[in-house]
């Protein structure tokens, strides 16, 4: 057997283990378990979760880092196959909704006390502005969208995504967060409506 063929099933084992530590992550949140309680419920010797973290706060950065890079993949398959640009701001709220729907209370409370797990999570909120934004200035372009500054509402936009996966959108309002993010689609495309499409609207 090559090198090659025998590193296979090794990576196959770790990428295997990143998605079970994913699941139960997002279920159960991940500041309450040491590693002996991981080794238990995965099943695995504590020496398999160093190959994929030396520490237990590193394997947590190393997991919620997997959670988002599955999750930015999944969206961006999804806008992918939408020409429209408001199909794409559309799309794009409604697969981060859905990203975001297995993320437990627990998930998301200890993803924001821990300090290097909460800047992988802001870089994604940042990311997902910077996406908004640019949705927007392709809108304008097009005309299909009002004149209006991308980089504020792609601000304001990212402002509100923080606040529902954060869970404050929902504590203040009773909002599930996938609701949020339906009635943020709404108001976003509702309000980038050229004035005619508005004032048809209405009539």
Known sequence: MTTSQSR????ARRAELLDQLRDLFLAE?????????????????KSTLYTLAGSKEQ???RVVAHYFKCATQSVERRV?????????????????????????RE?????????????????????????????????VRQGVFREVHAGFVGEMVGHAIAGIQRG???E??????????????????G???PAEEAQGGQK
């Open 8 to 11: 296979r099933p090794a990576n």
């Open 29 to 45: 949140g991940f500041a309450h378990f040491t590693l002996d309680d991981l080794v238990a419920r995965l099943h695995c010797s």
């Open 59 to 61: 394997l947590a950065v």
């Open 80 to 104: 992918e196959a939408v020409q429209d640009v408001r199909e794409k701001v559309r799309v794009y709220l409604d697969a981060a909704a859905e990203a975001l729907r297995p993320a437990s």
């Open 107 to 139: 998930f998301i409370d200890d993803m924001a006390a821990n300090l290097s797990t909460r800047a992988t999570y802001e870089a994604n909120a940042r990311a997902a502005t910077d996406r908004i934004r640019a949705f927007i200035g392709e809108g």
């Open 168 to 170: 404050e959108i929902g």
């Open 172 to 189: 203040r309002t009773g909002l599930s967060d996938a609701a949020a993010f339906d009635a943020l689609s709404q108001f976003l495309l």
């Open 191 to 193: 309000g980038l409506a």
